[in-house]
């Protein structure tokens, strides 16, 4: 089952320009990550927010998590035609039944930066 | 440092024939994952593994047998091909898990074609 889901499913924009993807999920979280696809290739990790934090940044990424409306948005800076990608975000559930634990993955948001 | 990779990248076989995608990381992450991604259905989980000699289903596992006898090897084995498991299979590992999951770490994906 699709715990998180990203919006839009597509992005287009301009070099410079600032562009923000969200992600809605469903269940009780102890973490959310961000991941990112180029095309072809494996997802590689950007950033992880746990559930008591509201905010955090790295390099020209900024993501937020508000837990109440269960839902966190990416917000790349002054974009460049190299961040075309797929975006991911990526849930661990609390409380998942056990100790093993499981990420569960959304659907993406396509990025394409227009130099 | 290698890191996590999948072999072969590319692979073709006919319905029925049993295949083998072979993931090997060099980290001695305890956590290794396998899972497929589709068109409009994103990243599914199909096993994953805690340690050696422990697996455990994920969202899609029927079809699929996994085993772990070394830490650093996780073969994912399609016991008899369908033209329904054609798709991009992704291998990853990661440190920890339960409830202290950290970063997912991908290897390069292996796209299987099935006649």
């Known amino acids: 089952s699709q715990q998180g889901e990203e919006d839009p499913q597509a992005l287009s924009i301009q070099e410079g320009e600032n562009a923000t993807m969200n992600c809605s999920y469903k269940?009780?979280?102890?973490?959310l990550q961000w991941y990112r696809q180029n095309s072809g290739r494996g997802l590689v990790h950007l950033i992880l927010?746990?559930?008591?934090?509201r905010e955090k940044h790295s390099g020209r990424l900024r993501v937020t998590l508000d837990t109440s409306k269960k839902s966190s948005s990416l917000l790349i800076t002054a974009s460049r035609a190299a961040d075309t990608a797929s975006y991911f975000c990526a849930t661990e559930e609390e409380d998942s039944g056990g100790s093993n634990y499981k990420l569960t993955f959304g659907k993406g948001t396509l990025l394409t930066v227009n130099p | 440092d290698a890191g996590i990779t999948q072999s072969p990248r590319y692979k073709i076989t006919e319905t029925g024939r049993q295949v083998t995608l072979m993931c090997h990381q060099t980290w001695s992450h305890s956590y290794m994952f396998w899972y497929r991604q589709d068109l409009g259905h994103g990243l599914r989980l199909i096993y994953y593994?805690?340690?050696?000699?422990?697996?455990d289903k994920g969202e899609v596992p029927d079809g699929y047998v996994v085993s772990r006898s070394k830490t650093e090897n996780f073969p994912l084995t399609l016991e008899s091909a369908t033209r329904s498991q054609t798709s991009v299979y992704f291998c990853?590992?990661?440190?920890?898990?339960?409830?202290?999951?950290?970063?997912?770490?991908f290897g390069p994906g292996t796209r299987l074609l099935v006649l």
């Open positions: 927010i746990r559930s008591n934090e």
């Open positions: 593994s805690a340690a050696a000699d422990i697996t």
């Open positions: 990853a590992s990661s440190e920890l898990g339960g409830r202290h999951q950290e970063t997912q770490y």
């Open positions: 269940t009780s979280i102890n973490n």
